[in-house]
């Protein structure tokens, strides 16, 4: 029987991150991290060294937290063997990004500030790494953005999108002339929109977190509700009856003896 695959509205995906940040108490920059190391192991999964004839990876990164989760991508692909090549045309002005900036360029994880002609970008990358825009997004694409999408739509070499194809509207799927990546990495789980990948070889679930959004979830979340419930009953319970036993010995203690001969009662 085949596995029913949840798909996430903007809005589910949205609150699912709120859930973990007040609720597990997970940070931005840990998911990130979990984000980040899981689209590398997909990739490297998918497109094992051995196959490939390059090793060189080009990582195309946004200004939100996808564009984050490709820079962590980027630093574990280089510890996986990989030579992976950042384009980041749009920096975010935040610690967590300059860090995450800063241990790749400590790591010799070169950025460049223009993507290569089509023949060089062709020839040079054996796979390229899509984390421009995340479940955030609404088209259609800023202007500052439609070069790289351009060019990610002329280009031979194969793409992994990480959570949902850039320029896709997360609930509506593709516009009439959208990137159509090779592979889809979708994080925690699919989005709407992705019902749409008939195109698309293959779909990779990758999540180092747990899925809080399927039906096992939910029965294990009601299940440790119940068993919040019942150990608060049996505590009530237990400590009833050690004030019934206490009750008992007291009465015992204070109770009057019985006067064996005439089987009155007397203090």
Known sequence: MQKMVKYLSQREAINIDQEL???????????????????????????????????SVLICCGPGNNGGDGLVCARHLKLFGYNPI????????SSLYS????????MDIPFISKLPDMENLNKE???????????????PVRPEFADVIGALLETKVPIASVDIP????V???PP???????????????????????????????????????????????????????????LFAGAIFLTALLLVAITLKMAPQLDEKDGKLFK
Do not use: H
């Not at 860090?99 to 400590?106: A, D, F, K, M, S």
């Not at 850039?166 to 509207?169: A, F, L, N, Q």
């Open 176 to 234: 009439d002339e959208g990137l159509q990546p090779e592979l889809l990495i979708s994080l925690t789980a699919p989005k709407q929109g992705c019902k749409a990948v008939l195109g698309i070889l293959a779909q990779y679930k990758a999540s180092a977190l747990p899925n809080y959004t399927t039906e096992a979830a939910r029965r294990e979340r009601e299940s440790r509700e119940r068993r919040k419930v019942e150990l608060i009953i049996s």
């Open 21 to 55: 940040f007040k609720e597990y108490m997970f940070s931005v920059d840990q998911l990130m991290e979990l984000a980040g190391l899981s689209c590398a192991s997909a990739i490297y999964k998918c497109y094992p060294l051995k196959e490939l004839t390059i090793n």
């Open 86 to 93: 950042i384009y980041y045309p749009k920096r975010t002005d």
């Open 166 to 169: 850039s320029g896709w509207d």
């Open 171 to 173: 609930e509506k799927g």
């Open 99 to 106: 860090n995450l900036t800063t241990q790749c360029v400590g």
């Open 125 to 139: 990358y054996s796979l390229i790494v899509d984390a421009l825009f995340g479940f955030s997004f609404k088209p």
